[in-house]
């Protein structure tokens, strides 16, 4: 198994498709809808690359981050390598993520090689 791959999206054609996708190339994938159910999965096993939606339901893509980075370092931890996936173009949600210094920035829809090539470079 090369690495495990947390995949946070409410959109479950995305997440079928990161899933096909990461999963042919040897990965192990969990997927999950929200930022509540990707805190309880980071606090029940361990992931080498988080994959995250900026725009979600509830609690959004940088709050998730946020939150998993506090927990991981209560636990003493270290961090976790993220990428952030988003349809939208959000000044704000975007200025947020680079500041957080997420290691890629993708939007949808995205070229499959494009998102393969950033989730190797992060896992290496």
Do not use: H, W
Not at 14 to 41: F, H, M, P
Not at 64 to 75: S, Y
Not at 111 to 120: A, I
Request: hydrophobic share 40%; charged share 30%; glycine share 8%.
């Amino acid at each position: 198994m090369k690495g495990k791959i947390l995949v946070i999206d409410d959109e479950e054609l995305v997440i079928k498709t990161i899933e096909r996708l990461l999963s042919k190339e040897g990965y192990d994938v969990i997927s999950v809808r929200n930022g509540q159910e990707a805190i309880r999965k980071v606090g029940e096993m361990d992931f080498d690359l988080l994959i995250t939606d900026i725009r979600m339901p509830g609690m959004n893509g940088i709050e998730t981050i946020r939150q998993i980075r506090n927990q991981l370092k209560i636990k003493g931890k270290p961090q976790i390598p993220e990428i952030c996936i988003t349809g939208f173009a959000n000044n704000e949600l975007n200025r947020q993520a680079r500041e957080l210094g997420v290691v890629g920035y993708i939007y949808k829809p995205f070229d499959l090689g494009d998102f393969l090539f950033c989730v190797k470079k992060n896992l290496a």
